[in-house]
């Protein structure tokens, strides 16, 4: 009987390991192209209803499947971590973004920002697996330098290694930030005075392929600065949408909503989310301003378009030399729109002053005359944004389905041409369904997310079927089963309370029906005290969320540096105070 438990053990090891070869019909392994947009909102996309003209990646989706319910972590950081590992960002110590930890955090495995030697990723499976593997972008796992790409599997790697940066010049966009560091094969390398971040990190992939083996597989993950803070871009593409937003953030929103009816992206009954208080109505701005707010979106969607355009031209040179019809390409989106800006206004006096003194140091406008350009900290605000996130409620940073759902496309060999799909999909499965998609084996239970497979094969139309799944970034959490999802949503745009909504008939989280429906809200609560339990979470105080903790670490970080010009402020302040106070007790 031992011997036959053995037999039988060894026997379901293999089979849990074991996955369909999905494989081209010369018997080839793919090819795999992921390409990872940066804040780019469920409808910053063409083939989403953006006024952005992006026909390459549209192409993409037409030729094989575009996702209508993928959900990714809100923030950045965490997203990039669970893109890379397939596993839950708090099981690989990401759980948030290292400028947002708390003291707390900091001695918590959960929030590391670093990773062992032997941690698997995406690209060292395939790596193992005789694939050969390149990363070109945007990095930003876990703190600077301490996780490049060249230590987890990548063969060849271009990247900044932070959360954003200036698109022209080695510059940071925030004062938390010192410098600007970028990396090749794990070497600090310096930028050219010429570069301009999608274009030329384009180009390095495409020298990568170039250099390639031909009798071997490539991995390419290319992950585009675009549309992160600062938007910048040439002013060609600046100028084509001359006109285009001029009416103003209230009234499309409304028509984005009619686009997603449309497009079949959202059923007919939906209702247009409500924005907060703290939202300018645009026919109260005044002339200039409308001027200024309509170029600086006319600038976003200028970006967007030139990150298409530099995408196709890598598409372009992959069918040149025959290998697109042999490469599953796959393009999505980090999180939500972002709402915040730099340099027009601060939560206090002090800090706008800060902020303006840093900016001045580094060279950094906000002028119209210069919007997008070299040295414009350009950034669209939270109006623009909720039309981008349309019809969706709020934007990056929130569990709401406006900083969770994004685009999601797809096509390539092992795909069937399906068009738009419905069911969930999770940013954890991308890993298990390229490994699948490659002949790669691998143990099912190493993933939090599951391969897509059946869904691209019309099998199923939901892989997560009734099974619930949960995120959770410095206290924004969500829990999703089927149509339902609980969320908790921060201050200072959330209450900090749980509700609970049905996002496919009201994908506007308009409303809350935890009272209607308590069985089930309890149901799914119990599900995230079991999630948080498994993953390790901290939970933030309430008031405390992660704009207000990146707020406070740069402002340590900039008075640690400068410490004897803060004490000598300080001191000049007081003498001011005591001044004064003399000279009234004389009257």
């Known amino acids: 009987m031992k011997v036959i438990a053995l037999i039988l053990t060894v026997v379901l090891s293999i089979n849990a390991e074991a996955t369909p070869l999905l494989v081209t019909k010369d018997n080839t392994r793919p090819n795999i192209l992921l390409v990872m947009l940066d804040d780019v909102g469920f409808m910053g996309l063409g083939v989403y209803g953006s006024d952005a003209v992006t026909p390459n990646i549209d192409k993409i989706a037409q030729q094989g499947m575009q996702f209508s319910r993928y959900y990714t972590a809100p923030m950045c950081g965490p997203s990039r971590a669970m893109l890379m590992t397939g596993q839950d960002s708090h099981q690989v110590g990401m759980a948030t973004l290292v400028e947002s930890l708390t003291p707390e955090m900091e001695q918590h495995p959960s929030y590391s920002m670093e990773w062992q030697d032997n941690q698997k990723t995406l690209a060292s499976r395939l790596k193992k697996s005789g694939y050969q593997t390149f990363v070109s972008g945007k990095w930003g796992i876990g703190r600077n330098g301490k996780n490049l790409p060249h230590r987890f599997g990548f063969d060849r790697s271009f990247v900044l290694d932070a959360t954003g940066a200036s698109n022209y010049q080695e510059k940071p966009y925030m004062a938390l930030y010192k410098t600007v560091k970028w990396f090749e094969d794990g070497k600090r390398v310096s930028l050219p005075e010429d570069f301009y971040s999608s274009r030329d990190l384009v180009d390095k992939m495409i020298t990568y392929v170039d250099e390639a083996d031909t009798n071997k597989p490539f991995f390419a993950y290319l992950s585009l600065q675009a549309i992160h803070i600062p938007v910048q871009v040439p002013l060609e593409y600046i100028d084509k949408y001359n006109g285009v937003f001029d009416q103003g953030w209230d009234e499309m929103r409304k028509q984005r909503l009619q686009k997603a009816i449309n ?324 009257h």
């Not at 200039?288 to 890598?314: C, F, P, S």
């Not at 796959?330 to 729109?337: C, E, Q, R, W, Y």
């Not at 069985?519 to 995230?528: A, D, K, P, T």
């Open 263 to 586: 497009l079949g992206l959202v059923p007919s009954s939906t209702t247009l989310a409500n924005v907060p208080e703290s939202h300018r109505n645009w026919d109260e701005l005044s002339t200039a301003d409308k001027t200024y707010w309509a170029r600086m979106m006319q600038v976003n969607a200028g970006m967007t378009e030139a990150a298409d355009y530099h995408i196709g031209r890598l598409l372009k040179h992959l069918e040149k030399q025959g290998k697109l019809d042999n490469t599953l390409v796959v393009i999505t989106s980090d999180n939500g729109s972002e709402y915040n800006t730099i340099g027009q206004g601060a939560n206090s006096v002090i800090e706008n002053i800060g902020t303006k003194l840093w900016m001045q140091s580094l060279n950094w406008d906000t002028d119209l005359d210069n919007l997008g350009q070299r040295d414009s900290l350009a950034a669209i605000g939270p109006e623009w944004a909720s039309v981008t996130s349309a019809p969706f409620n709020l934007y990056k940073f929130n569990s709401s389905e406006g900083g969770q759902r994004v685009p999601l496309v797809m096509s390539g060999p092992g795909i069937r041409n399906l068009g738009l799909v419905s069911g969930r999909a999770h940013i954890t499965d991308i890993v298990p369904t390229l490994l699948e998609q490659a002949a790669v084996p691998f143990n099912p239970d190493e993933f939090y997310g599951r391969s897509l497979t059946p869904m691209l094969n019309a099998q199923v139309d939901d892989v997560w079927g009734d099974d619930s799944f949960a995120f959770e970034t410095s206290g924004n959490a969500s829990v999703y089963r089927g149509n339902w999802k609980i969320a908790l949503i921060k201050q200072p745009l959330g209450d900090e309370i749980w509700h609970l909504y049905d996002v496919v008939n009201d994908p506007g989280e308009t409303t809350d029906l935890a009272t209607k429906f308590p069985v089930l809200f309890q149901e799914m609560l119990n599900e995230y005290q079991a999630y948080s339990k498994m993953v390790g979470i901290i939970e933030l105080a309430k008031g405390e969320n992660a704009i207000n903790q990146i707020r406070a670490n740069a402002i340590k970080e900039r008075v640690t540096d400068n410490w004897p010009k803060v004490l000598i402020l300080l001191v000049v302040i007081g003498l001011i105070v005591f001044g004064i106070k003399k000279a009234k007790q004389k």
